[in-house]
């Protein structure tokens, strides 16, 4: 059994995959207490489903591509049961981890989207780096970025750990702290092989919360 905040079809809203329709499967409970967090309704606030019901429910819905998200979605022990079984059901399936949990018993086959915290986070002492030696093809990595400080430091990251070109390196603005554009400009003028993204959910549905 799993505890579930949410099972939702919405639009992918970020990493490489923005833009296509995507069903969320959102986990409850979280280890990480990031200052600028959007869904601190999934600390605790779910309900407890089997894998089967979980996985029923996202086929109900149509599409392919199923992600599954939190809170943190490795802190319960059945997530990668879940995982496999929508491998074996035939669905591309996208893990959104915050970065401090290990990753390597996510089944094969699962694209991982792993969070670099940056210091405005609050959380940045809880990175675990040996997640990089685990990374693989499909997988990436995100650093929200709060501030010129976090940029600096992100870049910084990039740079001591060898990670440019080792797979797509998302830079994405805290929304309502940092201008897209002002992050825009500092990557362009260091000329940063990394992808500037937005929440595109927040776009298409600006002040909706749950089930974007």
């Not at 809203?13 to 979280?30: D, K, M, Y």
């Not at 979980?54 to 997530?79: A, S």
């Not at 000329?191 to 927040?202: E, P």
Request: with cysteine; aromatic share 6%; proline share 5%.
């Amino acid at each position: 059994m799993l505890r579930v905040n949410e099972i939702f079809h919405s639009i992918q809203g970020e990493s490489t995959h923005a833009g296509r329709p995507c069903v969320f499967v959102r986990l409850t409970g979280c280890n990480l207490r990031c200052v600028w967090c959007d869904t601190e309704y999934a600390f605790h606030e779910g309900r407890s489903m089997s894998v089967e019901q979980i996985v029923e429910q996202v086929e109900r819905c149509g599409t392919r591509l199923v992600e599954v998200t939190g809170g943190e979605p490795l802190l319960q022990d059945e997530t990668p049961t879940l995982m496999q079984a929508l491998l074996d059901r035939g669905f591309e399936v996208l893990l959104e981890t915050g970065g401090s949990l290990p990753i390597e018993g996510v089944p094969s086959g699962v694209k991982r989207i792993v969070d670099v915290k940056c210091p405005g986070s609050g959380e940045a002492e809880r990175n675990r780096w040996e997640n990089l030696e685990h990374l693989r093809g499909g997988d990436e990595l995100k650093f929200v970025i709060a501030s010129r400080a976090d940029y600096d430091w992100a870049v910084e990251q990039i740079a001591r750990r060898g990670l440019a070109g080792r797979c797509p390196l998302l830079f994405s603005p805290v929304h309502g702290d940092l201008e897209p554009a002002e992050l825009a400009d500092w990557v362009t003028a260091d000329a940063l092989d990394v992808r500037v993204q937005i929440q595109l959910h927040k776009v298409l549905w600006p002040g909706v919360v749950r089930g974007v």
